[in-house]
């Protein structure tokens, strides 16, 4: 950057490099304020909306480790916190009194895994917290891994130490970092139009020499719809999340119609209240847009959530886009209450 054009940058825009990431402040700068001190410091008002996938019940990991958002004991202390400094609502209450004082968070768990079910339900109910399911209805009809975890699966099971680029990707991913490559190819992934999605795995699953994975690996990794029904029956908000969690601006108009309306259909007709809230998979802007915006309001969607960051401040709120930040299993203590204690630096990535 030039002097003159680097002049112009207001001060405080030139204390942090453009590519750094705020996320990565979290931790010096939480770790040198004592956590009340934060919190006072924090004075924010209006909506932080936090999104889980995974509780994760120890062990090594199965499938994708990036989608694990925090142990069970974890979650509990999470849960604590929160509930001591918090003012915890339901997605519903989001648009009421945003200019209200105190600080409100909204939970919300995305998917449908059976471990929503079986570890993080109870230690909602213990703090007496509500919290919204968003769910992919088909993974409940016809368990199965999904394109992400299905992936992780093939390079974890791989027989090569890279995956040739030929005519699917930029250039050739080496598989020594499991981790990167997975990375890597989810974001390819994404990028796809949806129509191509199964023939991109096809080749990864050549590609790696693991093959195809069966459905009988995912058997229990989707709650079902009894589990489900006792979600609602509990309090909790259900909401809809596609059929097959596909990108939805990356799907033709006649499949995203098929994918929100179905989706809302099916919840509608096995827990008997069609669901007025929803969550774009994967929730980055280019993963919904205007068409999908249109479809949603036809379908009788009042909010719907995104995932790249940020929280709702009092007269910004838009009902079709309402941001989320994700907790991850790598985030820590000081990381995770920094995030709540100033959303404004520490929720945005």
Request: contains cysteine; charged residues 25%; proline residues 6%.
């Amino acid at each position: 950057m030039r002097a003159a054009t680097w002049a112009r940058v207001p001060a405080r825009r030139r204390l942090i490099p453009a590519r750094l990431n705020k996320r990565a402040l979290a931790e010096p700068v939480a770790a040198a304020v004592a956590s009340s001190r934060l919190l006072r410091w924090g004075a924010w008002r209006g909506v932080l909306t936090l999104c889980y996938h995974r509780i994760h019940p120890g062990g090594e990991p199965r499938f994708d480790p990036g989608l694990l958002s925090a142990t069970a004991d974890g979650f509990a202390e999470q849960l604590e916190f929160i509930a001591q400094n918090f003012d915890v609502i339901s997605p519903e209450a989001i648009g009421r009194d945003l200019g209200a004082s105190g600080r409100r968070v909204v939970l919300t768990f995305d998917d449908g895994y059976r471990d929503n079910y079986e570890l993080a339900l109870p230690a909602l109910r213990k703090q007496g917290l509500p919290a919204a399911f968003f769910l992919t209805t088909g993974f409940l009809d016809e368990p199965r891994l999904p394109w992400w975890d299905e992936l992780a699966w093939m390079v974890d099971r791989s027989t090569v130490d890279r995956i040739p680029a030929e005519n699917w990707l930029p250039r050739a991913i080496a598989l020594a970092d499991r981790r990167r490559a997975v990375a890597e190819l989810t974001a390819h992934y994404k990028a796809l139009p949806s129509d191509r999605g199964e023939d991109f795995l096809e080749f990864c699953g050549e590609a790696t020499g693991a093959g195809r994975a069966g459905v009988d690996i995912a058997a229990d990794l989707w709650m079902t719809w009894d589990m489900a029904a006792r979600i609602r029956d509990a309090g909790m908000t259900i909401g809809g999340h596609t059929v097959n969690h596909p990108v939805l601006a990356a799907s033709s108009s006649e499949a995203q119609h098929y994918e929100v309306s179905e989706c809302l259909r099916r919840l509608e007709e096995k827990l008997g209240e069609r669901p007025t809230v929803f969550a774009y998979p994967v929730g980055l802007p280019s993963a919904f847009d205007l068409t999908t915006r249109e479809i949603l309001r036809g379908a009788g969607v009042d909010l719907a959530f995104s995932l790249y960051g940020g929280y709702v401040r009092p007269g910004r709120l838009d009902p079709l886009d309402i941001p989320r930040a994700s907790v991850s299993l790598q985030m820590t203590r000081v990381g995770f209450r920094a995030m709540l204690g100033a959303p404004g630096l520490f929720a945005r990535w």
